[in-house]
Antibody, heavy 119, light 107 residues
Framework: EVQLLESGGGLGQPGGSLRLSCATSGFPFSPCAMSWVRQAPGKGLDWVSTVDGSGDFTYYADSVKGRFTVSRDNSKRTLYLQMNSLRADDTAIYYC????????????WGQGTLVSVSS | ERVMTQSPATLSVSPGERAILSCRASQSIGSNLAWYQHKPGRAPRLLIYAVSTRATGIPARFSGSGSGTDFTLTISSLQSEDFAVYYCQQYNNWPRTFGQGTKVEIK
């Protein structure tokens, strides 16, 4: 069974940083692209970032480009999202999602971790 | 960017009735469309991919159709566990984009 468990959420200061983690199990991690998707309060789902299986190729939404960095440690089966220069509109539940291969939809999701940005 | 537009925003349906949800892409996305179900406090759940292929374990009452820019999710006979928010998503182009969601509520 695929399991994705996010952690690292909490209260962040505007301009500050947080690092999210997603621990995985139940599937071959290193071949799989992984993504982060967020949901702001009262809003819909919003794709944030994707990293390929090797970690060499990354993709970002314009809203986070230059501020967020996605990475992975295949030896630990863990996905990360380094969030810098936080803004109030980054407040959201952040979900880790497994990307199906070779198709590219999100076939498994974690329960999410809440990030609140406020002074 | 492919903008995904869902309609209606809210759909009020009685249990046992059929629900039809629409999703329109601003430009062609081929067959690279997925549907997800999302309940409050839960992980989103993949329902349909490649327009019409049900994900593992998804009941046959869920079906998808369409092509190019216009797509539909049909729930043939709503069960109590189907009341949720449904999102379409294109994975043909970067950035990946979702529709704004359709909330299916009990009438």
């Amino acid at each position: 069974e695929v399991q994705l468990l996010e952690s690292g959420g909490g209260l962040g200061q505007p301009g500050g940083s947080l690092r999210l983690s997603c621990a995985t199990s139940g599937f071959p991690f290193s071949p799989c692209a992984m993504s982060w998707v967020r949901q702001a309060p009262g809003k819909g789902l919003d794709w944030v970032s994707t990293v390929d299986g090797s970690g060499d190729f990354t993709y970002y939404a314009d809203s986070v480009k230059g501020r967020f960095t996605v990475s992975r440690d295949n030896s630990k089966r863990t996905l990360y999202l380094q969030m810098n220069s936080l803004r109030a509109d980054d407040t959201a539940i952040y979900y880790c999602a497994k990307v199906a291969s070779p198709a590219r939809f999100f076939d498994s999701w974690g329960q999410g971790t809440l990030v609140s940005v406020s002074s | 960017e492919r903008v995904m537009t869902q309609s209606p925003a809210t759909l009020s349906v009685s249990p046992g009735e059929r629900a039809i949800l629409s999703c329109r892409a601003s430009q062609s996305i081929g067959s690279n469309l997925a549907w997800y179900q999302h309940k409050p406090g839960r992980a989103p759940r993949l329902l349909i991919y490649a327009v019409s292929t049900r994900a593992t374990g998804i009941p046959a009452r869920f079906s998808g159709s369409g092509s190019g820019t216009d797509f539909t999710l049909t729930i043939s006979s709503l069960q109590s566990e189907d009341f949720a928010v449904y999102y379409c998503q294109q994975y043909n182009n970067w950035p990946r984009t979702f529709g704004q969601g359709t909330k299916v509520e009990i009438k």
